[in-house]
């Protein structure tokens, strides 16, 4: 088993994240997470959210590290990692009651962001959440100095990369069948996106 990966912002957001999912995946059954990264938000959120099986899901180079975090924890309520690479891998068959996803929108291309939204529309159960968590723009303006900076260093790494604004990513949305239900202010310039299934809610269906 490889040395567990660490990234440091999940230990910084976790809290807040966490006092955002608890309260809207309290009647959820099962919920698949886009981009698991180092596997570390699945192992803490899942440990306190035991009525939840959480399906981790990655590009297959990331999955030895969160194989290791998954190994480390041994949560009877955390799937093992499938591959999903938005653009070329299979979307589970499995339907969800939530999805969610933490700093990834800004990394990925305008194309990765496109197929997220229509995958995560396909995969939703109706009345189903789509929790995405990160910096945004809002009418093409930036929140913050930091961002705006953090901004221009993405583009410099890879042009299709930077932060979205919340107007192109409604269009996404509504496109795939989803409604922007809540925009909740995180630390640190951030937010979370709830996103909404439309359709009656079918938990445990």
Not at 30 to 36: P, V
Not at 38 to 48: I, K, L, N, R
């Amino acid at each position: 088993m490889p040395d567990r990966p660490f990234a440091e912002s999940c230990v910084e957001n976790r809290v807040p994240i966490f006092a955002v999912l608890q309260p809207r995946l309290c009647d959820c059954r099962h919920l698949l997470e886009i981009g698991s990264g180092t596997g570390q938000h699945a192992v803490y959120f899942a440990a306190d959210l035991p009525h939840l099986v959480w399906q981790t899901s990655d590009r297959a180079e990331n999955h030895p590290g969160i194989m290791a975090w998954l190994a480390e924890a041994a949560l009877p309520n955390v799937e093992p990692p499938v591959d999903l690479d938005v653009l070329t891998d299979d979307w589970p068959a499995s339907r969800f009651d939530a999805v969610f996803s933490a700093n990834t929108a800004h990394i990925m291309s305008t194309a990765a962001v496109e197929a997220m939204f229509r995958g995560v529309g396909r995969v939703l159960r109706p009345g189903g959440l789509f929790l995405l968590y990160g910096p945004f723009n809002y009418d093409g303006a930036y929140t913050s100095e930091s961002n705006a900076r953090f901004d221009a260093w993405l583009k410099q790494r890879d042009p299709a990369m930077g932060i979205r604004d919340l107007g192109w990513l409604t269009g996404l949305a509504a496109n795939a069948g989803l409604a922007l239900t809540e925009d909740i202010e995180m630390p640190v310039n951030n937010r979370t996106l709830v996103w909404q299934r439309s359709g009656p809610t079918e938990h445990g269906a």
